[in-house]
């Protein structure tokens, strides 16, 4: 199976910056469709942004769109995402999925591994 590991959360203001890492295990990992989303307590866990498995697409949900960039290095088996310009409503567990059959989704169901999460929290 595919592990997943999310690392970069913490607490920042709002206006600040992390960076998310995403380490995937497996040499299959450059074929496959990479996803974070975002789950904030009580609420459903949200598509947040995706990348095609060779990097040359990318997409954001509107609420991050210039804010969030995503990126992967497939040479170390690594997916990330820039977030900049933190706002509280970013506040949530970040996910990081992978869709072995690269669909390039924006839906949950249609990803086959997940990590467990890193939390984000900004302040106002």
């Known amino acids: 199976q595919v592990q997943l590991v999310e690392s970069g959360g913490g607490l920042v203001q709002a206006g600040g910056s992390l960076r998310l890492s995403c380490a995937a295990s497996?040499?299959?990992?450059?074929?496959?469709?990479m996803g974070w989303f975002r789950q904030a307590p009580g609420k459903e866990r949200e598509f947040v942004s995706r990348?095609?498995?060779?990097?040359?697409?990318?997409g954001y949900t509107d609420s991050v769109k210039g804010r969030f960039t995503i990126s992967r290095d497939n040479a170390k088996n690594m997916v990330y995402l820039q977030m900049n310009n933190l706002k509280p409503e970013d506040t949530a567990v970040y996910y990081c999925?992978?869709?072995?059959?690269?669909?390039?989704?924006?839906?949950?169901?249609?990803?086959?591994?997940w990590g467990q999460g890193t939390q984000v929290t900004v302040s106002s």
């Open positions: 999925a992978a869709d072995a059959a690269s669909i390039y989704s924006t839906r949950r169901h249609d990803y086959d591994y």
């Open positions: 497996g040499r299959a990992f450059s074929r496959y469709a």
């Open positions: 990348i095609s498995w060779q990097g040359a697409s990318t």
